[in-house]
């Protein structure tokens, strides 16, 4: 006896099946794309660090991402526009005193370029996606020198890694607008005095309002 032929319905659903298959295929192999390209692009600078020294492979990485450089001495950031690897091999024997990562898709991984620094004053992850609370806890090795340090709107940053800040006995500017922690006026008040003398900016304190009567 032959077996009933299928129905547009069953032919409609087996398609819809086969698309929805591929469809996830698809997303899937993008996913995997996108954190390979991740990874890579965060790659530690070996070589440039075992040649020319932390200080050119941090700028080296940081351009790379599309952030800013600045070296001791000098008041503009380098960019990465035109031939900005030309500048880096020219400015290789120059401090690193500044690194704006800010919204590059910088990771734990890529901290690697970053650590090694000496004199590193400034550093700018706001907006980065990829910077949390272990990443944060990475850079305890800058804080003899780190005097300013912007965390502002990194959607992974919580008060535990705020704790970590803690190595910071330099800091004098600290922006934290923006984070994602339960209670802001408690984190701040804590930030106040673990970094004592330290401008904060973000989780302000609320001012409560004037008392009926008052002026």
Aim: aromatic residues 6%; glycine residues 8%.
């Amino acid at each position: 006896m032959a077996a009933p032929r299928a129905g547009p319905a069953h032919r409609l659903l087996q398609g819809l099946s086969r698309w929805f298959y591929d469809v996830e295929a698809a997303l899937n192999w993008a996913e995997r794309l996108r954190r390979l390209r991740l990874h890579r692009i965060n790659a530690s600078h070996v070589y440039l660090r075992d040649t020319y020294g932390p200080d050119m492979a941090a700028a080296a990485f940081t351009l790379s991402l599309g952030g800013g450089v600045r070296y001791e001495g000098q008041e503009e950031w380098l960019r990465p526009h035109g031939p900005w690897q030309a500048k880096v091999l020219e400015l290789r024997s120059a401090p690193v005193r500044g690194l704006d990562l800010s919204a590059c898709p910088v990771t734990y991984s890529g901290l690697d370029n970053v650590v090694p620094l000496s004199g590193l004053e400034l550093l700018d992850l706001s907006a980065c996606p990829h910077v949390d609370d272990w990443a944060l806890a990475r850079l305890h090795s800058l804080g003899p020198s780190l005097r300013a340090l912007s965390l502002s709107r990194c959607p992974r940053v919580t008060e535990r890694g705020l704790a970590t800040l803690h190595h910071f006995r330099e800091l004098r500017y600290l922006d934290v607008t923006g984070l994602a922690v339960s209670s802001p006026g408690l984190v701040r008040i804590l930030l106040e005095e673990m970094l004592p003398g330290c401008r904060i900016v973000g989780m302000e304190l609320e001012t409560p309002p004037p008392s009926p009567g008052t002026t």
